[in-house]
């Protein structure tokens, strides 16, 4: 029993690591972002996925944002799309960009913190797993 008990603590310490969770698999990079002051733009969040490592469409990816002052948000909450239509299972093939239209009041340099949920499973022993990534959109109005 008590065998057993280690067995399973050595295993659970293995998932988890020293930082508390499974390594980060995505990065988000960004474009667009610079805009007039008072005018619309656009912020572009793509994801690189690390080789290895593919991302499930079902369920979707979900990214909320956070309101920032001085930045009005088209929206706050977004779901991907689950149809990648060059997949022929339940991962991106095309993992999908996210488009966010923002507003902001007046000049200056801004960011928009937000939370992206996804599910990733590893191609080499097909675990798969929930994760999180912070993002933090940057925008400069002029």
């Not at 001085?70 to 779901?79: C, K, P, W, Y």
């Amino acid at each position: 029993m008590v065998h057993s008990a280690l067995v399973w603590l050595y295993v659970m310490a293995q998932l988890v690591g020293g930082a508390g969770g499974l390594p980060q698999v995505v990065e988000a990079d960004y474009s667009g972002g610079s805009m007039a002051a008072g005018e619309a733009g656009e912020v572009v969040l793509s994801l690189d996925v690390r080789e290895g490592y593919l991302i499930n469409h079902t369920p979707p990816m979900q990214l909320k944002l956070e309101s920032v002052a001085g930045l009005t948000l088209d929206e706050a909450e977004f779901v991907s799309d689950a149809h990648d239509p060059d997949s022929t299972d339940v991962y991106y093939v095309n993992v999908p960009d996210f488009r966010v239209r923002v507003t902001a009041d007046r000049a200056g340099a801004y960011d928009v913190p937000g939370e992206l949920v996804y599910f990733v499973c590893s191609m080499a022993d097909g675990f798969c797993a929930r994760q999180t990534l912070d993002v933090s959109l940057p925008v400069v109005a002029e």
